[in-house]
């Protein structure tokens, strides 16, 4: 009952609370768009992206692991989180997924996603500093 008082709540505030996750989105899509490595969420024409959450995707060319990006974004007071595993690995549907099957777009997201803070109260200043400390750790400043 308190869990559905509390989502009843929200959705009378949705339309302002989207808003602002896309006003944060927009920002960190601004300032991460141009650091080699890092691959910011497509949204279509045809298609609003709510950014429930931010993610990115840390690739090769990073220069550093996704696991260590996430280690020295959390030395440097920043908490971030990986993507869910694979439906595939999920224990409550292993009995609906053959063993054999391969599913390479979902292994590659698991093992190269990253969440980033995206509060609905998070500031210019800390999405800023989220993006900087990626750009140090990317140029290899930070290690």
């Known amino acids: 009952n308190i869990q559905a008082a509390i989502g009843v709540a929200q959705l009378e505030h949705i ?13 960190y899509n601004e300032l991460l768009k141009d650091i080699p490595g890092v691959q910011i969420p497509f949204e279509s024409k045809d298609v609003r992206n709510v950014y429930w959450m931010y993610s990115i995707l840390i690739k090769e060319n990073f220069g550093v692991s996704r696991d260590r990006v996430k280690e020295l974004l959390f ?3 920043i908490d971030t989180r990986f993507f869910f595993t694979g439906m595939h690995k999920q224990p409550s549907l292993k ?3 053959n063993a054999c099957e391969k599913f390479p777009v979902s292994e590659m997201l698991e093992q190269q996603g990253l969440y980033l803070p995206c509060a609905i109260n998070l500031t210019e200043q800390q999405i800023e500093q989220v993006a900087s400390t990626l750009k140090d750790i990317q140029s290899g400043k930070i290690k």
Not at 15 to 27: D, F, P, S, V
């Open 95 to 97: 009995e609906f997924v």
């Open 15 to 27: 339309e302002e609370i989207i808003k602002l996750k896309r006003e944060i989105a927009y920002k």
């Open 75 to 77: 030395k440097n007071g």
